[in-house]
């Protein structure tokens, strides 16, 4: 009998270290804090426990209703790790070396981890491993959930920012040199030879008269002369013509429609500083400070719920007024024309000389 109590005295005090793996659903985890985390979503795993560099690795498996994009709640769950960690493994010295990782299935945010335990790759969303003895400061951190909501967070703030940007404080003119944007490709028309001659006159470029002129987007070949076409329907036109205050003028239509006016003001050649345009500083003391445009240098604009109206210096001073609902639906024309060009290069891919 003796012998026995001894042999369990000793047990108590020193219990064998684990070998292998001990799965333990729901643990008892002392700490008020702690105990208001829900334990039936989280299963806990003690992969390792290492008495050469006294180091503890526990796994959590939470289902798929805990949100771990909420970085407070995937602390707490790295805190009942190292609460189990310090319970199961009998190398651990205070709250050092531990590594907790946590692993949720159907988390599309999940990465691949460092591990010890495992000699395979192992998909984690939160990964944690604290140095100091007394306390939990996590060392090493990183939660791919919460740094994901963090990035769509800083998406919607730029949106929102640059919806704001160049918002002007009076409504932008959709009248510009008499041609009012929305009106028909007829009635444009009928305004330009109602005034051709007195107000409008030909624009002459390379010692030649042009009216019509071809439009360029970026993948797309032009049918006739002034004219971009998807399929047989004529989608985008293009004229051109000077008035006494402008260089030039461009009315860009789309399926008949003007949607955009596009000047070339009198004035100081460029290269010109924007401050040192009389046409800007008149933009700005209406319509408000502009926002800048990252695509093009020296581009500034002004928007409102139905016109953006930008402002071009470094390659040809340019202002253009474009209807906002018509724009968004020519880019998705320019798209399905990438589209068909690019078709039709496969088909010519594909083709076999004949007697090949």
């Not at 945010?109 to 100091?132: D, K, M």
Request: with cysteine; hydrophobic share 35%; charged share 30%.
């Amino acid at each position: 009998m003796l012998i026995v109590a001894l042999m369990l005295g000793f047990a108590l005090l020193f219990p064998s270290p684990l070998n292998g793996e001990e799965r333990v659903t729901n643990p008892v985890v002392p700490g008020a804090r702690l105990a208001r985390m829900d334990s039936s979503q989280s299963t806990f795993e003690l992969g390792k426990c290492d008495s050469s560099f006294r180091l503890s690795e526990v796994r959590v498996d939470v289902s798929e209703a805990v949100d771990l994009s909420d970085d407070g709640t995937a602390r707490l769950i790295l805190e009942r790790a190292a609460e189990f960690a310090r319970d199961k493994c009998r190398w651990t010295k205070g709250y050092s070396n531990i590594v907790a990782f946590i692993v949720q299935p159907g988390n599309v945010h999940a990465r691949e981890c460092y591990l010890f335990s495992v000699n395979t790759p192992t998909r984690c969303i939160v990964r944690g491993r604290n140095y100091e003895e007394d306390k939990l400061t996590w060392g090493e951190y990183t939660n791919y959930a919460f740094d994901a909501r963090v990035a769509r967070a800083r998406e919607e703030a730029r949106k929102k920012a640059e919806a704001e940007r160049g918002k002007a404080k009076v409504p932008i003119s959709r009248t510009i040199e008499g041609f009012s944007i929305g009106m028909t490709r007829e009635q444009a028309l009928a305004r330009l030879k109602q005034g051709w001659g007195r107000e409008y006159l030909p624009y002459v470029a390379d010692e030649r008269e042009m009216l019509w002129a071809p439009m360029w987007f970026s993948g797309v070949r032009s049918g006739e002369v002034g004219r971009v076409t998807v399929g047989k329907t004529t989608t985008l036109e293009g004229i051109y013509f000077r008035t006494s205050t402008t260089k030039y003028v461009a009315l860009y239509f789309y399926r008949g429609t003007l949607y955009q006016v596009t000047l070339g003001p009198l004035g100081v050649p460029p290269p010109i500083l924007p401050q040192q345009d009389e046409v800007f500083g008149a933009l700005r003391a209406k319509y408000g400070e502009p926002g800048t445009d990252p695509r093009r240098f020296r581009g500034y604009f002004w928007q409102d719920a139905e016109t953006v109206l930008d402002y071009e210096s470094i390659s040809a001073r340019r202002v253009s007024y474009t209807d906002r609902r018509l724009l968004r639906q020519i880019e998705d024309v320019e798209e399905e024309v990438k589209r068909e060009e690019q078709e039709r290069i496969d088909r010519e891919r594909k083709t076999l000389p004949k007697g090949y």
